[in-house]
């Protein structure tokens, strides 16, 4: 269902491709949008145990993306780094592909925004967290991507290097 890797040889080990998830902190969604036009906005993200979460409002483009369509990709940019002089740059990048949905289930919920909250603000304190989360709960849309597919890539110039 999905395409292999067109230079196999650049192509990333998972479990490395893993890594560059679990180390990211941002990252361009793509769904499908209004009008047969793709839908790509950055968002922050954490990932566990083969999914992606995400926060949103409960309205919006990217809402009405994920009603319309539940197949997603998420792409992570972990390194690029320009090379003028040698026409080229020094990059590692991951692509997941997968379904998105909204979770519903409070607990669902509860747990996804815990995750999200430990990954951008690791020394609060469980009350300052709660107070938080507290504050914006209503309006608060959580998203799941549950990964079918993961590449990852460098360029070969880093390939080279680790070898």
């Known amino acids: ?20 998830l679990r180390a990211g902190t941002s990252g361009v969604l793509a769904l499908a949008g209004d009008d047969g036009y793709p839908y790509a906005v950055p968002m922050s993200y954490v990932y566990a145990d083969g999914k992606l ?3 949103s409002a409960r309205a919006g483009h990217k809402v009405d ?43 669902e919920k509860r747990a996804a925004i815990e995750l999200l909250a430990r990954r951008y603000s690791p020394n609060e304190s469980a009350e300052s967290v709660d107070a938080e989360i ?10 799941e991507l549950t990964i079918e597919h ?3 890539k460098e360029a070969k110039e880093l390939m080279m290097a680790r070898s």
């Open 150 to 152: 993961l590449t990852g």
């Open 1 to 20: 269902m999905f395409r292999s890797m067109r230079r196999k040889r650049q192509q990333l080990a998972h479990e490395e491709a893993v890594e560059i």
């Open 134 to 143: 507290g504050s914006f709960w209503n309006a608060l849309c959580l998203l």
């Open 53 to 55: 979460y995400f926060h």
């Open 65 to 107: 993306a994920v009603a319309r369509s539940p197949k997603a990709s998420f792409c992570v940019i972990a390194q690029d780094d320009v090379l003028p002089e040698r026409f080229t740059t020094l990059f590692r990048s991951v692509i997941a592909f997968g379904t998105i949905r909204v979770l519903e289930d409070e607990a």
